[in-house]
């Protein structure tokens, strides 16, 4: 429990410092080693401006520091390939893997392997268990328990690798919304039965530490020994989303397989994870499935070598050691203030939409469900993506919709217009999120609801691909939205009939005392204080939620591919060559901003121009807005009520060249900006 | 004026044109050596390089004025450690910096907004370096080719179908395997991990090297194939190598697939590793059911990206990705084309290196064919020094040629090779790849050491002189093998 202990200390200090601060700035350092908030600005320059991106959970970040790293990597094998590799790889990997042991508690540096993602780490698990099928030593019809709502790739995976061989697999339904562990695990429990009714054994059960869709922390630890109780052979827990989220003790856990990416929460560049193999497991036979002369070297040794490939991202968890290091705290205070901040925007978000969190505070992560308001109207998964696409390319936000069917029977939780919730958000929070980022997509919503949208009257997707350099052209526009965003924020008033500030600083200064269950639960006094609020919908969760199941799992793969086989052709072609235009001068202020090692000041504010456009165009855009269908119809006239008076001008020639331009210009502009 | 701005545009653009040697160095450099080549590329290395343009040479209008000029090139490759002769690119292959560039506009490219380019662009793009190397390589649909890291995986891919074979019933237990005793050592341990351990029989055919003729190989191969036979077992699978890796011999694919045909092999994987950019590649001519070759070795692409070809009327629809995703069951091409979030850069930038070969004469046909006679000719020029011989023919050679070391230095095991390797590494900053023959019975005084030298666009003469002048010093000196320790 020292484990737990020292970041609790952390937090003591923290918390009195918060008390100290208004409301915005719990990740503002006291000492001056610390990252500032242009720091962290620069350090996460490369993401597009003017998106609010509160979606880390997908794919993750990268800051340019730990980039720069890679690119050294990579250099290192472009300068002498033969050198790198006899003398250079396997030594940096093995740094990397000892990083990554000390910090997840394992006991020997062989257990921990690196391999691409989850999804590998999956195959290979699944790889072994469809052997031990086919090689007699499982019996068929023998079982897989795992979670409903696990990736769908870890589900093809058994599919492919399981089914096929004659095991059969169990499914879990996760209740959602849900408000306690013990519905987790009673439903876990009765999973387990099930897998083994008519005397079959169950061979693996898949447990995720923190589910993608709906998002919820599990009680895996609790959950690991419920399986020891079964009898479950082995316990393969699927933690995608946990490095850098939640802490990380394997042995604690006592799993025997744990897989976590580096790429998601732990700001390693695409793609990294750890795969955690009991040592005693290491004895049995785990192998990579692509097979290189180290077959039979233990699986850390194999998945150091599967081919000529960029090895860089494994190599530089070091350098991310050394990025985490300059927040307070360092990772364990980036964890805590992620969670933190993800839940007081998430309690905000509800509250300005009169909905419900998917799971209580200390059922949450850096990554926080927020029901939508029913009025949107979200009735199908397809519903759920025209949502999330209508708000990345007409508010420039980037976040995941979910969409949760009735079953039979089921009430659903109901808002504050007493209609059924049916579709959550997940918002995440990590370093470069800013509060204006969630505000963002409240206005959105809220002015969705005002305008009587539905996800029935909202344009199709194929309309919204021809708006996508919409994008780049509202960029001026988001930019002179800022201030008045800014002005909004001072006003304490937003959670005041939900939980204050003063009382949310209050449960932050009470908490402390943490149960170890594993789950490293947090906001205790937080989530007491939220329970009284919500007394009543808490009694509803209980009785007509608890067996409530998730819908099949939308993740963003399978997003990914729907929409992508929406996708003409053509237009991917224009947007490739507008992209390239814009990387090309967005890699120009990269490279001049890393010229000038200090960021300047004046970064953070608004451009000056930019202010002045403002200036010029409130008044326009504040009655454009509020009539919803002419901005979202007709490209054209979006254009017309939005762009500036020098762009007016250009616009009304030819549009297609002149959009390309455009975007161009607003680009240029902020590097000027960024000097 | 012409030749400077040329030069300055890439290391402008190159995000690591910090590690490159300043300018007036590069430029020292490229007027100081005389590149055999040159005359292809340029007149000249000076500022006149602007009147040489080469209108009247058949090319399509997207190509430059000119040729890439031998300065150019330099600035291309100036990433790789100066003091290094680099003459093995068939380790590791060689990246060009605009092709890294390009690789790292599609790395930003994700980084900036990861969720719309995963949606909007990543598989469009990836389709059309499929569709391109498609074209190159005479496939009939695109979805034939898929991409995938390396040989090495798209041989797991390969060997996991006849596992599963096997493991299903499909093909009987001691069914067998066949493959060239060279083949790759990873590809031997996949064999070993999937077919063996499922049930089938694998059987290595011994090759002659050196290699006095493609009639000997091509014999052995029957011989071999016949021992398969035995018994009335099947052959299920032949594998067989484009191109060997050590020792490096091209073997005559197309006889030994026809062989195959013959003598009712249900399927033929192709390991080609070395094949695109180095020999030449048409799967219509070839006609094997799976072919793979890393892109990374001689087709200038980054680490690492491979294409795995499966004739569409064989068995391909059997074939999965090791790594699975939601897109299981939708065909390999597009399985492979997401195996979880990762850097898919790499295979994104086949573009961008057809690009960069169509700046060559000749395109990459042009580059493969220079490569080749370059490589004869420093071969030989060793050979002569040394008083050896070249392992196989030059018809039999591709961008590598595998030269006899002399006799004296007494490379009598694999560790006197590494040895060696490691010596002319750190003694002589020579990067090339050693091999150890054991002489056959009764054999004396017969070459046991070979040095496998390749050929690529940015290597030079005076790097195999270099090479020359080291092992001759060696002799010299009395040096022998036996003298060297870790």
């Not at chain 1, 009765?190 to 009714?197: D, I, S, T, V, W």
């Not at chain 1, 201030?483 to 003063?502: C, D, G, H, W």
């Not at chain 2, 500022?47 to 040479?57: I, T």
């Not at chain 2, 599609?106 to 995963?118: S, T, V």
Request: charged content about 25%; aromatic content about 8%.
């Amino acid at each position: 429990r020292e484990e737990i202990l020292i970041p609790m200390a952390a937090d003591d200090r923290r918390n009195g410092d918060l008390t100290n601060h208004n409301h915005r700035d719990p990740k503002k350092p006291r000492l001056s080693e610390f990252l500032t908030e242009s720091d962290i600005r620069s350090e996460f320059a490369h993401h597009q401006t003017g998106v609010a991106r509160v979606n880390n959970g997908s794919f993750g970040c990268c800051p340019s520091s730990v980039l720069d790293a890679q690119r050294e990597w990579q250099l290192r094998f472009l300068r002498q390939p033969d050198e790198f590799y006899f003398n250079g790889l396997r030594r940096g990997l093995l740094a990397s893997r000892t990083v990554i042991s000390s910090l997840i508690n394992a006991d020997d540096v062989d257990e921990v392997s690196l391999v691409d993602n989850a999804t590998t780490a999956a195959a290979i698990v699944l790889q072994r268990v469809g052997r031990c099928f086919s090689e007699g030593k499982y019996q068929k019809e023998d079982t897989v328990v795992m979670f409903h709502c696990a990736f769908q790739s870890v589900k093809k995976s058994i599919q492919a690798y399981v089914t096929r061989v004659g095991g059969s697999t169990v499914e879990v339904r996760l209740p959602f919304p849900v408000s306690s562990n013990d519905e987790i695990v009673s439903a876990f429990r009765e999973g387990l039965k099930k897998g083994r009714a008519n005397g079959r054994a169950v061979r693996l059960a898949i447990i995720d530490h923190i589910t993608s869709m709906p998002c919820v922390l599990m009680p895996v630890r609790e959950l690991v020994n419920v399986c020891r109780e079964e009898g479950v052979e082995e316990v393969f827990v699927d933690a995608a989303h946990a490095i850098g989220s939640v802490k990380v003790d394997v042995k604690e856990i006592g799993a025997d397989y744990y897989v976590s990416n580096l790429h998601k929460w732990f700001f390693c560049p695409p793609s990294i994870a750890f795969f955690y193999c009991k040592k005693r497991s290491s004895e049995l036979d785990v192998h990579h499935p692509v097979v290189s002369h180290e077959f039979g070297n233990g699986l850390a040794i194999e998945s150091a070598w599967i081919g000529t490939r960029d090895y860089s991202s494994q190599l530089v968890v070091p350098s991310v050691m050394e990025f985490v290091k300059r927040f307070e705290g360092g990772i364990d205070g980036i964890m805590e203030r992620n969670h933190d901040e993800a839940v007081r925007m998430g309690l905000m978000l509800c509250n300005a939409w009169g909905t419900n969190l998917g799971s209580p505070p200390e059922m949450c992560v850096g990554m926080v469900m927020i029901g939508l308001p029913s009025k949107l109207c979200v009735e199908s998964d397809e519903d759920a993506v025209k949502l999330r696409s209508y708000l990345r390319v007409h508010r420039l936000v980037e976040v995941p919709v979910y969409f949760l069917g009735l079953r039979d029977g089921e009430e659903g939780v109901r808002d504050k217009d007493s209609g059924v919730i049916t579709a959550y958000v997940r918002i995440s929070r990590q370093v470069y999120n800013e509060t204006e980022d969630y505000e963002r997509l409240r206005d959105a919503i809220t002015e969705l609801v005002k305008d009587q949208m539905t996800c029935q009257n909202l344009p199709p997707f194929g309309i919204f691909r021809c708006n996508n350099k919409a994008l780049e052209e509202e960029e001026p526009q988001t930019l002179a939205k800022v201030p008045e965003m800014a002005e909004q924020t001072e006003k304490p008033i937003r959670l005041l009939n939900f939980v204050s500030e003063e009382q949310l600083e209050e449960s932050k200064k009470e908490r402390g005392e943490r149960v170890e269950d594993g789950t490293f639960q947090r906001d205790r006094a937080l989530y007491e204080i939220l329970k009284e609020n919500k007394d009543k919908k808490d009694a509803e969760f209980n009785e007509r939620f608890k067996h409530r199941p998730p819908k099949a799992l939308a993740e963003d793969e399978t997003e990914f591919l729907d929409k992508l086989e929406m996708s003409k052709r053509e237009y991917e072609r224009q947007l490739a060559d507008e992209d390239e235009q814009q990387i090309r001068s967005f890699q120009a202020a990269v490279a001049a901003r890393s010229a000038t090692p200090q960021e300047p000041q004046e970064a953070a504010l608004p451009p000056p121009a930019s202010a002045t456009k403002e200036h010029k165009t409130t008044g326009k855009r504040n009655s454009a807005t509020r009539p919803f269908n002419t901005i979202i119809r007709v490209k054209p006239q979006l254009k017309k009520v939005k762009a500036t008076e020098e762009e007016k001008k250009e616009i009304s020639g030819p549009p297609e060249p002149l959009q390309t331009g455009l975007a161009l210009v607003s680009y240029s502009d902020e590097s000027e900006d960024d000097d | 004026m012409k030749n400077n701005k040329l030069k300055t545009i890439p290391l402008s653009t190159n995000p690591m044109a910090s590690l490159s040697p300043p300018e007036e160095e590069a430029a020292a450099a490229a007027a100081s050596f005389h590149h055999r080549r040159s005359k292809r590329y340029s007149s000249s290395t000076t500022n006149g390089l602007a009147a040489e343009s080469v209108p009247d040479k058949r090319h399509k209008i997207s190509l430059p004025p000119s040729f890439i000029s031998s300065s150019e090139i330099e600035s291309e490759f100036s990433h790789h450690d100066p003091a290094f002769a680099r003459i093995n690119n068939g380790s590791f292959g060689s990246c060009p910096s605009s092709v890294i560039a390009a690789q790292r506009d599609w790395q930003l490219r994700f980084l900036r907004q990861p969720d719309r380019f995963f949606f909007d662009e990543l598989k469009p793009n990836i389709s059309a370096s499929r569709a391109a190397i498609k074209r190159l390589i005479n496939a009939e649909h695109d979805d034939e080719v898929s991409l995938v890291d390396n040989a090495t995986t798209a041989a797991a891919i390969v060997l996991q179908q006849t596992a599963w074979a096997f493991r299903e019933g499909r093909f009987d237990r001691g069914d067998a395997v066949v493959m060239l005793h060279y083949a790759f050592g990873s590809v031997k341990k996949s064999v070993e991990a999937y077919v063996s351990r499922s049930g089938g029989e694998v059987i290595e055919m011994q090759l002659p090297f050196p290699v006095n003729s493609a009639e000997e190989i091509v014999n052995r191969f029957r011989t071999g194939l016949a021992l398969g036979k035995a018994n009335g077992r099947k052959v299920r699978l032949a594998l067989i190598d484009h191109v060997t890796s050590m020792p490096s011999v091209v073997i005559p694919i197309k006889e030994l697939v026809k062989i195959c045909r013959e003598e009712g092999v249900d399927q033929v994987f192709v390991d080609a590793a070395h094949g695109i950019g180095c020999v030449d590649v048409d799967m219509k001519e070839i006609g094997a059911d799976f072919y793979t070759s890393n892109l990374h070795k001689w087709f200038f692409a980054p680490p690492s990206v491979a294409f795995l070809y499966c004739k569409r009327s064989g068995a391909g629809g059997n074939l999965h990705h090791p790594v699975v995703s939601h897109e299981y069951g939708n065909g390999l091409a597009v399985e492979s084309t997401w195996v979880g979030t990762r850097d898919y850069s790499a295979q994104l930038v086949v573009p961008s290196i057809l690009e960069f070969v169509n700046r060559f004469e000749g395109g990459i046909d042009g580059i493969k064919k220079r490569n080749h006679e370059s490589v004869i000719e420093m071969g030989e020029m060793l050979v002569k020094s040394w008083g050896t011989q070249l392992g196989c023919p030059p018809e039999m050679c591709p961008s590598m040629v595998m030269v006899g070391l002399p006799v004296c230095l007494g490379v009598s095991s694999e560790t006197d090779a590494v040895r060696l390797r490691n010596l002319l590494r750190e003694r002589f900053s020579i990067e090339i790849p050693t091999y150890f023959r054991a002489p056959g019975e009764g054999e004396t005084d017969s070459i046991t050491g070979y040095v496998r030298i390749s050929y690529q666009v940015y290597n030079k003469p005076e790097e195999y002189h270099r090479l020359k002048d080291a092992i001759n010093e060696l002799v010299r000196d009395g040096f022998k093998c036996s003298s060297l320790t870790d």
